[in-house]
């Protein structure tokens, strides 16, 4: 199963970024390293470098912020918590297609109710939608997101917290300690190892993730949300162009695999020490 759907997907992804294919005669010409030089001179890669790390950037703080205060707020034992931690976790388990079209819904123009909103605010024009507006449609995909998949943070905190022994609390008690600095010097503490494996998991999975966002708006207007995958399947997609798209692709599992060696050195480094 692991060679059938991931060790022979990859292979054939790296063969395939190495040659130029026509779809139509289905012949394919050996091109060495071209498609790699292309997509580094490609004038459309500074700015889906940079979508893709104000979207990854925005969401992960988005999330660690709204899933932290949320994890501190079902810890506490109280009436109805259950229940509440219910409603929390249900933007996580609502399909992903649900969400984006709602969420279109309700930044429609003409009848979206948050459109409304912010038209009678001032804030849009008239009959405008913050998904048409190149200053505002990366800012609507990301909070979609956050909206989304913050309860996986949450939960996570969750589980780290109940495990954090009540002995360190009651001795912060003793010595004086306020609300505030049980928070900074019992809780955070004990959350550090959870939080850099959540930013690593939360990152690979942003970084890639591409459903949201191309229901949303599909990568527009003009490329405003055109973010590293899609640009990958308008390339596949659109033009096929699948060994530049293939090429595409590795450069970006390229760069997050750097990034999991430089995450696991640094690891082996404060182990170490």
């Keep these: 199963m692991i060679v059938l759907f991931i060790a022979y997907p990859v292979f054939e992804a790296l063969r395939l970024s190495l040659y130029e294919i026509d779809l139509l005669s289905g012949n394919e010409r050996y091109a060495a390293l071209n498609n790699y ?26 999330q660690f912020v709204l899933g932290f205060w949320a994890a501190l707020l079902i810890n506490r034992d109280l009436p109805g918590m259950r229940l509440v931690r219910s409603i929390l976790l249900m933007p996580y388990v609502v399909p992903v297609i649900t969400v984006a079209l709602c969420a279109r819904w309700m930044l429609d123009g003409t009848y ?17 939608s913050p998904l048409a507006s190149p200053t505002s449609a990366m800012v609507s995909v990301i909070i979609a997101n956050v909206w989304r998949s913050f309860p996986f943070v949450m939960i996570a905190y969750w589980a ?10 009651e001795a912060a008690r003793i010595d004086g300690a306020s609300r505030w600095q049980e928070l900074r010097f019992v809780t955070l503490p ?50 096929f162009r699948f060994g530049y798209a293939a090429a595409i692709a590795v450069t970006l599992s390229a760069t997050l695999m750097l990034s999991w060696m ?12």
């Design 37 to 62: 030089v292309a997509v580094f001179n490609d004038p459309k890669f500074p700015r889906v470098l940079f979508n893709t790390f104000v979207w990854s950037v925005g969401s992960l703080i988005g």
């Design 112 to 128: 979206g109710i948050l459109s409304e909103g912010l038209q009678a605010s001032g804030l849009l024009g008239h009959n405008q």
């Design 160 to 169: 780290a917290m109940q495990g954090i022994p009540k002995e360190q609390y």
């Design 190 to 239: 004990n959350l550090m190892a959870v939080t850099v494996t959540l930013i690593m998991l939360r990152l690979f999975w942003t970084v890639t993730y591409f459903d949201l966002i191309w229901l949303m708006t599909q990568g527009g207007p003009g490329g405003a949300t055109e973010h590293w995958p899609i640009w990958v399947h308008q390339e596949a997609m659109g033009f």
């Design 262 to 273: 430089l995450y696991a050195g640094v690891t082996r480094i404060r182990r170490a020490q």
